[in-house]
């Protein structure tokens, strides 16, 4: 069963999403040309409605011609929040976006981890499967519940059972995190069913993460939910770290990259080459930061959606240490 049927089943309601309505990259994205294409059929609408006068016409045209999807970029549409790519041509895509979440609905999601004090010790995941906290990762996290992995039936078994204020604390936070994964889905470019369980990371003055790969270790990629492997990163900052704090920003040290953290900004990366193997030009790292407090949320995408029978086949598949997923079952 995939996470938009029990969003169904669940009957939540829509939440309206906020941030631009249209989300283009600019230059355009070679991976990301199907939303491109998208974005130019709404700019086309949007001009057409807008404009009549041949001056905006003309202008959108001269936009279309240079392929600057982003029409923003020519002053055409107000609403679009842009992409923008920080990196080279011959370098792997990164790009930021800002304006892509309302900062109330970020915030919604720590207090709603805070509440139920869900930050605990970063864990890393070995190449082996195992699960450690050492050195390499200083910070807290907190994994947001997974929709896919909440039945509908254990909310009534719960309301059933007396637990009225859990079950409504579970639904709170299952209809906040649709919300942003639809969001991020949309932003991406991907169907929504490829984003794993949202993480908060949290970093108190000195705490680190040492440079990584988000990837899972080829072949056997043991560190995942079903053997899927992850195609794409977007780190969304959940809090304002300041240059002068000397610290706090996501760094990708072959890249000669800094990224310093501004809430609500999200940076997105391919992880993989043109030819599906782990782009280690983007290993990264989360610098310590000086003197404030930094938050920010991990938004994995896979290479194929879930489904509950994949992961439970998976898991069942070896006896070696595979992602707790069941924690999302207690
Ligand atoms: O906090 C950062 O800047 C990087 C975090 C990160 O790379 C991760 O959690 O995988
Ligand atoms: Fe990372």
Same mark, same amino acid.
Not at 222 to 237: D, P
Not at 317 to 325: C, F, L, N, Q, V
């Given at each position: 069963?995939?996470?938009?049927?029990?969003?169904?089943?669940?009957?939540?309601?829509?939440?309206?999403?906020?941030?631009?309505?249209?989300?283009?990259?600019?230059?355009?994205?070679?991976?990301?040309?199907?939303?491109?294409?998208?974005?130019?059929?709404?700019?086309?609408?949007?001009?057409?409605?807008?404009?009549?006068?041949?001056?905006?016409?003309?202008?959108?045209?001269?936009?279309?011609?240079?392929?600057?999807?982003?029409?923003?970029?020519?002053?055409?549409?107000?609403?679009?929040?842009?992409?923008?790519?920080?990196?080279?041509?011959?370098?792997?895509?990164?790009?930021?976006?800002?304006?892509?979440?309302?900062?109330?609905?970020?915030?919604?999601?720590?207090?709603?981890?805070?509440?139920?004090?869900?930050?605990?010790?970063?864990?890393?995941?070995?190449?082996?499967?195992?699960?450690?906290?050492? &050195?390499?990762?200083?910070?807290?996290?907190?994994?947001?519940?997974?929709?896919?992995?909440?039945?509908?039936?254990?909310?009534?078994?719960?309301?059933?059972?007396?637990?009225?204020?859990?079950?409504?604390?579970?639904?709170?936070?299952?209809?906040?995190? &649709?919300?942003?994964?639809?969001?991020?889905?949309?932003?991406?470019?991907?169907?929504?069913?490829?984003?794993?369980?949202?993480?908060?990371?949290?970093?108190?003055?000195?705490?680190?993460?040492?440079?990584?790969?988000?990837?899972?270790?080829?072949?056997?990629?043991?560190?995942?939910?079903?053997?899927?492997?992850?195609?794409?990163?977007?780190?969304?900052?959940?809090?304002?770290?300041?240059?002068?704090?000397?610290?706090?920003?996501?760094?990708?040290?072959?890249?000669?990259?800094?990224?310093?953290?501004?809430?609500?900004?999200?940076?997105?990366?391919?992880?993989?080459?043109?030819?599906?193997?782990?782009?280690?030009?983007?290993?990264?790292?989360?610098?310590?930061?000086?003197?404030?407090?930094?938050?920010?949320?991990?938004?994995?995408?896979?290479?194929?959606?879930?489904?509950?029978?994949?992961?439970?086949?998976?898991?069942?598949?070896?006896?070696?240490?595979?992602?707790?997923?069941? &924690?999302?079952?207690?």
């Amino acid at each position: 069963m995939y996470l938009g049927s029990i969003a169904m089943s669940l009957n939540l309601p829509t939440r309206a999403v906020p941030g631009a309505a249209t989300v283009v990259f600019e230059p355009p994205s070679r991976w990301h040309s199907r939303v491109c294409q998208q974005t130019a059929g709404k700019a086309l609408r949007d001009v057409t409605l807008l404009a009549g006068t041949s001056a905006v016409w003309h202008h959108w045209r001269r936009c279309r011609k240079q392929r600057a999807t982003a029409t923003t970029a020519c002053g055409v549409i107000s609403d679009a929040a842009v992409m923008q790519r920080l990196t080279k041509e011959d370098e792997p895509e990164i790009h930021l976006g800002k304006g892509l979440f309302g900062a109330s609905q970020l915030q919604e999601l720590i207090s709603l981890c805070d509440a139920r004090h869900g930050f605990a010790a970063s864990v890393q995941r070995r190449k082996d499967g195992e699960v450690v906290v050492d &050195q390499h990762r200083t910070s807290s996290s907190c994994p947001m519940l997974w929709p896919l992995m909440t039945p509908p039936d254990r909310l009534q078994m719960l309301r059933d059972a007396g637990n009225v204020a859990l079950a409504e604390q579970i639904e709170q936070e299952l209809r906040a995190v &649709q919300a942003v994964q639809r969001r991020c889905a949309q932003v991406i470019g991907v169907e929504q069913e490829r984003i794993e369980p949202l993480q908060l990371v949290k970093y108190l003055p000195g705490q680190y993460y040492s440079p990584h790969m988000d990837t899972h270790e080829e072949p056997e990629r043991k560190s995942s939910y079903a053997g899927e492997q992850r195609t794409h990163t977007m780190l969304v900052f959940l809090s304002d770290v300041p240059e002068s704090d000397g610290g706090g920003h996501l760094h990708f040290p072959r890249l000669g990259l800094h990224i310093q953290p501004h809430l609500g900004d999200a940076v997105l990366w391919r992880n993989l080459t043109e030819d599906g193997q782990p782009d280690l030009r983007v290993l990264h790292e989360g610098v310590a930061p000086k003197s404030c407090e930094k938050l920010a949320m991990n938004v994995w995408v896979a290479d194929r959606p879930f489904s509950l029978s994949a992961i439970q086949a998976w898991q069942a598949s070896s006896s070696s240490a595979k992602p707790a997923a069941s &924690q999302f079952l207690d």
